[in-house]
């Protein structure tokens, strides 16, 4: 059997008395949509920091491709093929389109500078729908190209593995379609997705499984229409649907 893209096992994370993490074990194939999901503070933004080197974990493994990376710094971490979004958008403000995404391609493991930079900046750009604002500053953008924009950046690491935080909320509906076919491009293109999302239609149509988290524990995993019709799923979303 080939080894999963991404391993992880045992990973636990406490702030103080809370176990934040407990115990998450979880992989993800290549060109595989795995969601992460649950509902608000169950861990998976916490979750999502262990992997990539934003917290490191109390206990725990975490294999990328074969290579231990748990306890790594961010920087190195995606050095080795993981590139993350943020719940809240982060993009440099001040800095047009290109020059953005030009910063995040100085920082992959074969970095580029110069004309290929330019060059490589304009192509992603085009990628996520940005090549008619290449010279916009990001801080004139609107909230769904700034997050397209953040997603430029995050491949311009040339990254194996994606984590995506909530990258889909606060989008109209054509805007959560486009980006809806914008994500199973990328993974038509062969890239791993980690979709933290509570954006129930998008989890639906993008992910071949579902991870379930509640209050730190993984209480379902599986395909979206199991989980989403598991009893204890509903209960952790909705509270006791006998009640
Ligand atoms: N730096 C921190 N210090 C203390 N507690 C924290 C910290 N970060 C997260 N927590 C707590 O850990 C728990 C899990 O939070 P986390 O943000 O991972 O949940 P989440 O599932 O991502 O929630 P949401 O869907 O609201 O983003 C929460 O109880 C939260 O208050």
Redesign the pocket.
């Known amino acids: 059997m080939t080894e999963a893209l991404l391993q992880v096992e045992g990973l636990t994370r406490r702030?103080?008395g809370?176990v934040?993490?407990n115990g998450l074990s979880m992989t993800v194939g290549p060109s595989e949509i795995v969601g992460l999901i649950?509902?608000?503070?169950?861990?998976?933004?916490?979750?999502l920091n262990l992997l990539s080197g934003a917290l490191k974990p109390d206990s725990g493994a975490i294999r990328l491709a074969g290579k231990a990376i748990d306890g790594l710094p961010a920087h190195k971490i995606a050095r080795l093929g993981l590139a993350r979004t943020f719940?809240l958008v982060r993009v440099l403000p001040s800095l047009d389109c290109v020059e953005n995404v030009k910063a995040g391609l100085a920082f992959r493991e074969r970095p580029l500078w110069g004309e290929a930079a330019t060059e490589e900046a304009i192509r992603l750009l085009r990628r996520v729908g940005l090549g008619g604002k290449v010279d916009h500053a990001a801080s004139q953008l609107t909230y769904i190209d700034q997050k397209r924009l953040e997603l430029a950046r995050a491949l311009a690491l040339a990254p194996k593995l994606l984590l995506l935080d909530?990258w889909l909320a606060g989008l109209n509906p054509s805007e959560l379609q486009d980006g809806i076919a914008l994500i199973h491009s990328l993974r038509d293109e062969g890239l791993a997705i980690i979709l933290?999302e509570?954006v129930m239609d998008a989890i639906r149509s993008l992910c071949d499984r579902c991870v379930v988290?509640s209050a730190?524990t993984v209480i379902a995993a599986g395909p979206p229409a199991s989980v989403l019709a598991d009893v204890e799923v509903i209960r952790a979303y909705l509270g006791d649907p006998d009640a």
């Open positions: 702030f103080g809370l934040a993490v649950g509902p608000n503070g169950s861990g998976k933004t916490t979750a719940q909530e933290v509570h988290m730190g």
